[in-house]
């Protein structure tokens, strides 16, 4: 809401107030100054009359003036660039000495092509006014004073109404009475205890009104006309222009000045009907209408059934609460007309507005909520600036139908709930008193009260409204910080957060990088690299870009966005993993994605390799041990994938549901990242399984003895296999296997290869001996050779 | 005459010890002294030719001068040792100054790293941690909040729908309402919910996806007041102990009264900077206590129960903790910004 302080002024005492300190009360009762706001900038100005426009002599478009600046400043030479400078015109100079605008532009003596220069004469926008409020030839040249201005006048923006300062305040959707200035300057009297002035209702003649009004449609509750004739249409009278000036309205003629001003200063949107135009004297509010209608911005629009409209038998005279029809709009030889005051649907007018992409001053105002119990008090307003004003000679009485109940709310409260509620100690009195400045009738019965609001508080319904009021007008520094006296409760997080966190945690200790990507993606991305669902996704009916319009399958093709981003910022090795959220159309589950790319720097540069496939296979063996997941929990088998390395990747499974994968992804979509390797798990489903709790295993007594071996065995065997069978077969004496070397070529037959292993044996119960070891590494080397072809590398 | 004798070989010996540079030349000198056909050792031979008593002296003299040789050339062994071993180590001198060896932490995002923050501080004063979904129905995401289909405060949040019912809530407050209905109308509740939230929003302080920390404490005797202190706490222990925090009225449909608050600002102290535009104080989070609506709507009878509720943004508290400067850089993982908060 824009406020113009001279506007307020006229209504409330804010003698001795600063703008600032005005602007800082009603920020902390709610009513945010979002900017504080001079209307023009310049010192050093004085009004002048051209007495000679000269060409100038080396330029086409410059002139140079003569111009006169009074009895005490006399007769100055001005070279001036505007192509309305003329003889005779009264213009604002800007003497030699003079400040500018907002950027202080400051003014000196000067020589213009060799001619001597001693000011400039301004256009608003030269002194600060906002370029949007100017009109096309406000903007093109000086500004045109009338012929009336008194020549050496320095006192020039008040002369214009340009000494005035603008609060920019954000109303919120709880007060929209407050988007007119008589509620402001209510609100400041309040604030301030400053004494409040509004103009009065006054007893008008008027004749009896041959118009009617029928409502036929919900969406209406109150729809109010006076008829007025005998009007002339001419120019306002300066202080309705420069109110209007204040609030960032141009000025058009008399009688739509009128219906801004009433809107302005009480918050009530009015249209006003041509009535010979309208050609009729019955006004029907319809929803009913299916058709065109061709607005006052000359635009024409497809109505629909729900629209609110004014019609009659002949026309639709409005679109109710957004705009006129252009056909019964009042112009230059309006005569007779029909002022309008309805209290409309604002959910309604929303729909209408935001379909038809339709919004004026008068459409928000509904939309946001006005007080609908002051229409006879508007319309009266109104009709007495007619009379004052645009002469109007005959006054018809207001015919009203109204199906609005104006029965002041009432609300049932305590003073001690009020200070409960706060934590506050407000006596009784401080309480009562502080919500009667806000015009709350208090009806008193001990500890117990009966607030009576007035209409226009239209955001008041129940107690701890009231304690808002209180609060607000009071201070909120006055409440005291206290701590929640109440039973104790456990704190912390839930089983399944504390093991994410510590997934989460390890991953950053063995050099991972966390990042956090958009959940909405383009459907191309959507459409690759997703393993764990098959779902469809979830579309955003109102995207704001298709980059982000539907809900993202997986984390993986987001990562690839991350490592190519940083790929094209010089950071070619990359290890990043991502938890987070993903919604389907039919489940929503946390999902854990790695990506490693380029080379394992976190040993520095003199320790690095380049990443593989064991990276991403170790990472998880890491996060199962971590959340003591036994290996029989899993299976980890080849994969089948589009989107992944055939020879080089993994699926990981609970019984044969994919829980995850990990590997290379397919060369064929990694062109320009290079060599990728990823592991994607549904991260819920091993935080969900459930483990037991460890318990201590023995520590043998005995030595160990370690014995390696080479076995010569198929390539397409794995090593898995292989280690699966020994650990079978040697039951409780081998306590480990591990592989040292792979190796292919010579000596090894094509297709074959050289696996070198250690197998650690160990008795709970004695030394072993090689009498002990020997049969049983005879059983493994067997059943190695029968099973899987292998045999011993001599 | 032989006593003499037996007293220069001592002193010969000594110095051959001193002089020796080397294992070998001290095994020469033991050989040379002490073997059996050593000058030393032959004169045990004159023994027999000795009274009983001159006996005792002249063996006693044998066997000190014997000792006397023995631990010389056991002190001069131990200090060769001692210097070759000093030799050894000071061939292997390294240049210390060489770069370390690296064990590098990853990082974590400056998202979790506030998330954890602000969850450490309220989970030590009791509150539980709980989570709501990030695709919300209107019934939770609105009209549960006092927010009635076309009630003008939608608009104060764009969101993005799914369908006319379903939604990507704009807010973490809908867990307020399920956290409440599951409570089943009986306190106290004491919750923070942080989480990601989506707005029709983007330029360099808003982003169409951010997050929010939600907190709610319902009991019988909670006031203004009460939030107030909470916030205190949360401010000192989040931006440091001088910190100060005052409230303003606003409104959220939500609660009732509503406020914002500001903590007086840790980058001047409250003199005024451009960090908080002179004022000295910098807008932090929207609080407020339940209103009595909402209440009702999830289950809770007004005449016992109260409550207050607040909400704080993640990344805004990140970028005035740490200074980051565009709401987009938490969003494009640049590794040179993600690695600079290793130590979080």
């Known amino acids: 809401m824009r406020a113009s302080l001279n506007l307020l002024k006229k209504y409330v005492d804010l003698s001795n107030l600063t703008p600032e300190e005005i602007a800082d009360k009603l920020t902390f009762a709610q009513l945010e100054v979002e900017e504080i706001r001079p209307l023009a900038k310049a010192d050093h100005l004085i009004i002048g009359e051209i007495l000679e426009c000269e060409k100038h002599p080396d330029s086409d478009h410059l002139h140079v003036l003569k111009v006169d600046l009074g009895p005490k400043y006399g007769i100055k030479q001005i070279v001036c660039g505007a192509p309305n400078a003329r003889t005779g015109l009264k213009v604002i100079v800007a003497m030699v000495g003079a400040h500018l605008g907002f950027d202080n532009v400051e003014i000196k003596q000067s020589k213009i092509r060799n001619v001597e220069s001693n000011g400039m004469c301004c256009a608003l926008y030269e002194i600060g006014v906002d370029k949007a409020e100017l009109t096309p030839a406000q903007l093109s040249g000086i500004e045109e004073l009338p012929s009336d201005a008194v020549v050496g006048n320095e006192n020039v923006l008040e002369y214009l109404g340009l000494d005035d300062v603008i609060l920019d305040i954000n109303v919120l959707a709880n007060r929209p009475d407050c988007l007119s200035i008589f509620a402001l300057a209510k609100e400041l009297g309040a604030l301030f205890q400053r004494k409040v002035v509004l103009p009065e209702m006054k007893e008008i003649l008027t004749d009896k009104s041959d118009l009617t009004v029928k409502i036929s449609t919900d969406e209406c509750q109150q729809f109010a006309l006076t008829e007025v004739k005998g009007l002339t249409v001419k120019e306002s009278p300066l202080w309705l222009k420069r109110a209007l000036q204040g609030q960032g309205i141009r000025s058009i003629n008399n009688i739509v000045d009128i219906g801004n001003f009433i809107m302005v200063t009480t918050g009530q949107p009015l249209h006003m009907y041509d009535l010979d135009l309208f050609g009729s004297k019955n006004f029907e509010v319809s929803s009913d209408y299916e058709g065109p209608f061709t607005a006052l911005d000359g635009k024409t629009y497809q109505l629909q059934k729900g629209d609110i409209v004014i019609k009659n038998d002949k026309m639709i005279g409005c679109l109710g609460g957004v705009m006129g029809s252009e056909s019964c709009a009042v112009n230059s030889n309006t005569k007779n007309i029909a002022v309008e005051a309805a209290y409309f649907n604002g959910v309604n007018v929303r729909r209408t507005s935001k379909r038809l992409g339709l919004a004026s001053d008068s459409s928000a105002h509904f939309i946001k909520g006005i007080n609908p119990h002051q229409t006879e008090y508007v319309l009266n307003l109104t009709v007495q600036l007619l009379k004052d004003l645009a002469d109007a000679k005959i006054v018809c009485a207001m015919v009203n139908e109204d199906h609005l109940s104006h029965d002041k709310t009432k609300i049932a409260c305590t003073y001690s709930y009020i200070n409960g509620r706060l934590g506050t100690d407000f006596t009784k009195e401080e309480i009562k008193n502080t919500l009667e400045r806000l015009e709350i009738e208090v009806i008193d019965d001990g500890d117990k009260f009966t607030a009576v609001v007035p209409s226009y508080r239209i955001d008041l319904h129940c107690d701890a409204d009231l304690s808002e009021e209180v609060i607000r007008l009071l201070g909120l520094d006055k409440v005291k910080a206290t701590l929640p006296s109440m039973e104790t409760t456990l704190g912390g997080l839930d089983e399944k957060k504390v093991l994410l966190k510590r997934i989460r945690e390890h991953l950053i200790a063995v050099s991972l990088h966390e990042v956090m990507t958009y959940t909405l993606v383009s459907p191309e991305e959507n459409k690759q690299l997703v393993f764990l669902n098959e779902d469809a996704e979830i579309k955003v009916m109102n995207p704001m870009t298709s980059d982000h319009s539907v809900m993202r399958r997986g984390l993986i093709p987001s990562l690839i966005n991350v490592l190519k981003y940083n790929i094209a910022h010089q950071n070619e090795n990359l290890a990043i993993f991502e938890i987070s959220e993903i919604t389907t159309d039919k489940q929503s589950y946390n999902e854990l994605a790695i990506a490693l790319r380029g080379e394992d720097y976190s040993r520095g540069k003199m320790a690095t390799r380049k990443y593989d496939f064991y990276d991403v296979s170790g990472l998880f063996q890491s996060m199962m041990s971590l959340l003591s997941i036994d290996e029989n929990r899993y299976k980890i088998n080849l994969i089948k994938s589009p989107y992944l390395h055939p020879g080089r990747s993994a699926g990981i499974y609970f019984g044969n549901t994919l829980v995850g994968v990990m590997g290379e992804i397919h060369p064929s979509l990694s062109e320009d990242i290079g060599e990728t390797y990823i592991l994607d798990i549904n991260l819920d489903k091993f935080l969900e399984l459930k483990t037991s709790v460890k318990k201590m295993e023995k520590i043998s007594r005995y030595p160990a003895i370690s014995r390696d071996y080479a076995f010569v065995l198929k390539t397409d065997i794995s090593a898995g296999e292989v280690v699966k069978l020994i650990k079978k077969e040697g039951k409780t004496l081998v306590k480990n296997v591990e592989i040292f070397d792979v190796y292919q070529g010579e000596h090894i037959e094509e297709g074959f290869k050289s696996l070198a292993l250690s197998i650690t044996y160990q008795s709970l119960d004695k030394t072993l001996s090689d009498s002990d070891i020997d049969p049983l590494e005879n059983t493994i080397i067997s059943v190695l050779n029968k099973k899987l072809g292998a045999y011993l590398r001599s | ?344």
């Open chain 2, 1 to 344: 005459m032989k006593e003499k004798r037996i007293l220069q070989i001592v002193s010969e010996a000594k110095q051959a010890i001193a002089n020796a540079d080397n294992l070998d030349k001290l095994n020469d000198i033991r050989n040379l002294y002490l073997s059996k056909k050593s000058e030393l050792m032959s004169f045990m031979s004159h023994m027999k030719e000795l009274s009983k008593d001159e006996k005792a002296a002249f063996g006693q003299l044998i066997n000190t001068s014997k000792n006397d040789i023995n631990s010389a050339l056991e002190a001069k062994k131990e200090d060769l040792a001692k210097k070759a071993l000093e030799e050894k180590l000071e061939k292997e001198k390294i240049d210390i100054t060489l770069t370390p060896r690296n064990y590098l932490r990853g990082s974590k995002h400056l998202f979790t790293t506030i998330v954890d923050e602000i969850s450490d501080i309220f989970t030590s004063m009791g509150y539980q941690i709980v989570e709501g979904p990030e695709k919300e129905t209107d019934h939770f995401n609105f009209e549960l909040l006092n927010v009635p289909k076309d009630h003008p405060a939608r608009d104060m949040q764009d969101t993005f729908f799914i369908d006319d019912n379903n939604l990507l809530r704009s807010q973490t407050s809908p867990v307020q309402a399920r956290v409440m209905l599951a409570k089943h109308g009986v306190g106290p509740i004491k919750i923070i919910s942080p989480g990601k939230v989506y707005r029709r929003d983007d330029d360099a302080t808003h982003s169409h996806q951010f997050g929010q920390i939600e907190g709610l404490v319902i009991d019988k005797n909670i006031s203004l007041g009460d939030l107030l202190g909470t916030l205190e706490l949360f401010a000192k222990k989040m931006f440091g102990e001088k910190r100060k925090i005052r409230m303003r009225s606003s409104y959220f449909p939500f609660t009732e009264p509503s406020v914002e608050v500001d903590i007086s600002c840790f980058e001047c102290g409250g003199k005024g900077c451009s960090l908080c535009k002179g004022t000295g104080w910098i807008e932090i989070l929207g609080a407020g206590m339940v209103h009595p609506h909402v209440l009702e709507m999830c289950g809770f009878d007004t005449k016992v129960y109260q409550g207050f509720a607040f909400g704080i943004g993640i990344e805004r508290t990140a970028m005035l903790k740490f200074g980051v400067d565009d709401i987009r850089r938490f969003y494009t993982n640049d590794l040179r910004f993600l690695k600079q908060f290793d130590k979080e």
